[in-house]
């Protein structure tokens, strides 16, 4: 509560040296002044209501303990002045832009030190290995924002749901990644006394290189109305339509991408476990099923799971086993394999035990068509880049009484296979 009452002590007096210079030069307030001292009051009233809300809690707490007795420790007013001042900028920010920041803004942001223009924001720390400075306005995202976003990208999709390793890297050069098969030698046995002999077949290493494709969300315009309502959770809105936007992109390429100029989709890495018999153009059966699994090699059946479009999910779960039970358990599982009955937002499907994962950029069933994913899917790379770029147009498309928003990331996909084949999938019949 201390340190609250004091910065807002603070940045009034920020506003109040305003008004006396003013006076002392007996004139009015320049329009620059103006904005500046409005942008300060603004943060003193956001402040005031910060220090009720903990005032309020720190009375009710007071009433809890005198009546059931001391509650678990917990860091409210730490996090109040910390986040709460950090989420009041970023508002501030989407709302009216970099150049409305105050001082104290600016630096509980942090600065940034790429050129960038003044409604520009970085999602990365700032970095002292550049000759500008970042007074144009970049900024680093506030933790709360920047989760929302990566929450509106994982939600979308099924590659990021997906035991999928994830790789973050703070630059975006080519990154090499060695595998290393073994498979083929073996150890023998040896006498006593006898020199044991170099093996017949080198270790094969082999590797693949992660790169740093650029994706985009598009502009996502917003009403000016909106923006200006106080009650309207402008930061909620933005990450949610730019997470989604970028969360959907990145998930039709990481599922199907060529490898050519794009990510490497892992239905494209992945190598072909079973084809269904003839006729089998949009089904599979209870065998398929069972073949597929096997064909994975057992060091890579542990953690596998199955990834499969929606309706193919719902072929499969009309099916039944040999004892007329569904094949495909409709009991929710969850990423870490615990139950999570009644979150099916948090949970998937198992088939023969393994869990399932439904993606809508998999191929639905047909003729030639690869229907169907089972692995081991931690061997299947996602790499970010951690220059995360939010935009704001504050000007460009105000004759519509709009503000333009757009994010931009950097990020690429393969499967590591040293020769063994962690994921297969399963094709359709073509006749």
């Known amino acids: ?60 707490n007071a009433e809890l303990d005198k009546s059931v007795g001391p509650l678990a420790p917990a860091a409210t007013a730490t996090r109040a002045t910390g986040s709460d001042l950090r989420e009041v900028a970023m508002d501030k920010f989407l709302r009216n832009g970099a150049s409305t920041l105050t001082d104290e803004q600016r630096s509980a942001l942090g600065r940034e030190t790429v050129g960038l223009g003044k409604d520009q924001l970085h999602f990365r720390a700032a970095s002292p290995l550049s000759d500008v400075t970042g007074t144009a306005g970049a900024y680093t995202v506030p933790q709360g924002f920047l989760a929302e976003l990566e929450v509106a990208m994982k939600w979308f999709g099924g590659i990021r749901t997906s035991k999928a390793r994830i790789i973050r890297t703070a630059t975006g050069n080519q990154l090499p990644w060695p595998s290393l098969n073994d498979t083929y030698n073996t150890g023998s046995l040896v006498a006593e006394n006898t020199q044991i002999q170099q093996a017949s077949t080198e270790m094969s290493f082999s590797h693949i290189t992660l790169g740093a494709y650029k994706f985009t969300s598009g502009l996502v315009l917003v009403p000016i109305e909106l923006i200006q309502d106080s009650a309207f959770d402008v930061q909620a809105f933005v990450a949610q339509a730019l997470g989604t936007r970028l969360g959907r992109s990145q998930n039709t390429y990481f599922t199907a991408g060529t490898g050519a100029s794009q990510p490497t989709g892992v239905l494209t890495a992945a190598a072909l476990g079973v084809t269904g018999a003839t006729g089998e153009t949009a089904k599979w059966v209870y065998n398929d099923i069972v073949n597929l699994t096997h064909s994975v090699d057992p060091a890579y059946r542990a953690g596998a ?3 499969l479009h929606d309706s193919t999910a719902a072929v499969t779960e009309q099916m039944l086993d040999g004892n007329g ?73 105000m004759d519509y009484g709009q503000i333009g928003f757009a994010a931009f990331s950097r990020s690429d996909s393969n499967l590591q296979d040293a020769g063994t084949h962690p994921i297969k999938y399963f094709a359709n019949s073509a006749t």
Not at 15 to 24: D, F
Not at 27 to 53: C, F, H, N, W
Not at 339 to 355: N, Q, R, S
Request: hydrophobic share 40%; glycine share 6%; aromatic share 8%.
């Open 305 to 307: 799971q199955f990834m």
């Open 1 to 60: 509560m201390k340190q609250l009452l004091e910065k807002r002590a603070k940045i009034f007096e920020e506003a109040r040296g305003l008004v006396l210079k003013a006076e002392q030069e007996t004139r009015a307030l320049t329009p620059e002044e103006q904005t500046k001292y409005d942008a300060i009051m603004s943060d003193v009233k956001a402040l005031g209501e910060t220090i009720e809300r903990s005032r309020q809690s720190s009375e009710f």
């Open 325 to 397: 039970r569904p094949l495909l358990n409709s009991s929710f599982i969850g990423i870490n394999n615990e139950v999570k009955a009644g979150e099916p937002g948090k949970a998937t499907y198992t088939i023969l035990g393994y869990p399932v994962v439904i993606n809508n950029d998999m191929p639905t069933m047909a003729a030639n068509a690869k229907s169907a994913l089972f692995g081991d899917f931690t061997r299947f790379l996602i790499r970010d880049v951690m220059d995360l770029m939010l935009v704001r147009f504050g000007e460009k498309y």
